[in-house]
């Protein structure tokens, strides 16, 4: 089972940064993630998410490549690659993998202009190695909503909304 945490930040990069972090930890195997989504508010109040993968351009581009390998089948690869590469984007578009779009503007709503949030899920974690590895961002960020069992929330919550 996937556990959702939502971090809050007073400021924009810091949720880049946790999920650079994040991603480093996940190639040494002390986190696994099913995904991660950043949410931005601007100053004008326009809410971005910024997913880890583009569904859009992976859908374009596998639906470009089955649609040139479909043409070639009818002679004329070309027609077949564009039409193919059309219905992937639209697929991707609307595809919605991990964590519920929706949600993530619901909740960001809430937000003041100019911060961010990352929405984590995660499969599996090494707990201790893992806060160990975000050590820079204790203090900085706030726990907004998890999965997790009570006791497994405060202890999240004391160490990134704690100061060091």
């Known amino acids: 089972m996937s556990n959702l945490i939502v971090v809050s930040f007073p400021e924009e990069h810091l949720a880049f940064e946790l999920r650079a972090a994040l991603v480093n930890m996940q190639k040494e195997y002390l986190i696994e993630m ?58 991707g578009r609307f595809t919605d993998l991990g964590i519920n779009d929706e949600f993530m503007k619901d909740l960001a709503e809430h937000f003041q202009p100019g911060c961010s949030a990352i929405f984590i899920l995660v499969k599996k974690a090494t707990p201790d190695k893992v806060l160990a590895g975000l050590e820079q961002f204790k203090g900085k960020g706030k726990v907004i909503q998890t ?7 405060q202890g999240l919550r004391d160490f990134l909304e704690t100061q060091p």
């Open 34 to 91: 099913e995904d991660v989504v950043i949410v931005t508010k601007d100053a004008a109040g326009k809410v971005k998410l910024h997913q880890a993968v583009n569904l859009t351009a992976l859908g374009a581009a596998s639906g470009g490549f089955w649609g040139l390998l479909i043409g070639m089948l009818f002679l004329n690869p070309l027609l077949g690659a564009a039409v193919g590469a059309g219905a992937g984007a639209l697929s």
């Open 147 to 153: 999965s997790l069992t009570k006791d497994e929330e």
